[in-house]
T-cell receptor
Framework: DAMVIQNPRYQVTQFGKPVTLSCSQTLNHNVMYWYQQKSSQAPKLLFHYYDKDFNNEADTPDNFQSRRPNTSFCFLDIRSPGLGDAAMYLC??????????????FGPGTRLTVL | TQLLEQSPQFLSIQEGENLTVYCNSSSVFSSLQWYRQEPGEGPVLLVT?????EVKKLKRLTFQFGDARKDSSLHITAAQPGDTGLYLC?????????????FGAGTQVVVTP
């Protein structure tokens, strides 16, 4: 089945040690997103790619970077994780259905723990 | 920024009861999605509504999009324990060109046997 895949599902890192989370999609959607979600809250958008165009949310810390080498893959790099970066990280993809409406699909998430 | 106000924040009901979750905004959305999220998992898309006044049914779940495309509701009939989860509404603004979702705060639903 076409889907959004995230690896790993669980990631443990040490304070200040760089970490990379990965996302791949088989939906061939041109937009990909990275979200941060903390306990029982709504996901918070960090950035998105529209094809190769990268767009950062204004309040996304510089500590967070992203790469999209091709349509199918997108990576989230956290350069120096702090304790406050422990969260669920969600990747999503989107397509336009026509008439200005969009439909967004999420991956299962990566739970990041910072020790 | 288009704000989506979702209510209630928390619902605890007995199996077999009905429940309704509301999402309201002062802004128009070109489409609105409802998701259910279980602990440790990503949100799963339940439905997308795009037309004002639209009603969609998914088994015991009924979704409605307001006539003006500013509000939506989710109604669950005869809730079951498997309906437990975090329900999120999220809309795409009518002026957005890349599908950015504005999320409601979420409604935690607990259905006890």
């Amino acid at each position: 089945d076409a889907m959004v895949i995230q690896n790993p599902r669980y990631q443990v890192t040490q304070f200040g040690k760089p970490v990379t989370l990965s996302c791949s999609q088989t939906l061939n959607h041109n937009v990909m997103y990275w979200y941060q979600q903390k306990s029982s809250q709504a996901p918070k958008l960090l950035f998105h790619y529209y094809d190769k165009d990268f767009n950062n949310e204004a309040d996304t810390p510089d500590n967070f970077q992203s790469r999209r080498p091709n349509t199918s893959f997108c990576f989230l790099d956290i350069r120096s994780p702090g304790l406050g970066d422990a969260a669920m990280y969600l990747c999503a993809t989107s397509r336009e259905r026509g008439g200005g409406s969009w439909e967004q699909f999420f991956g299962p998430g990566t739970r990041l723990t910072v020790l | 920024t288009q704000l989506l106000e979702q209510s209630p924040q928390f619902l605890s009901i007995q199996e077999g009861e009905n429940l309704t979750v509301y999402c309201n905004s002062s802004s128009v959305f070109s489409s609105l999605q409802w998701y259910r999220q279980e602990p440790g998992e990503g949100p799963v898309l339940l439905v997308t509504v795009v037309t004002g006044g639209e009603v969609k049914k998914l088994k015991r779940l009924t979704f409605q999009f307001g006539d003006a495309r500013k509000d939506s509701s989710l109604h669950i009939t005869a809730a079951q324990p498997g309906d437990t989860g975090l329900y999120l509404c999220a809309g795409v603004g009518s002026t957005d060109s890349w599908g950015k979702l504005q999320f409601g705060a979420g409604t935690q639903v607990v259905v006890t046997p």
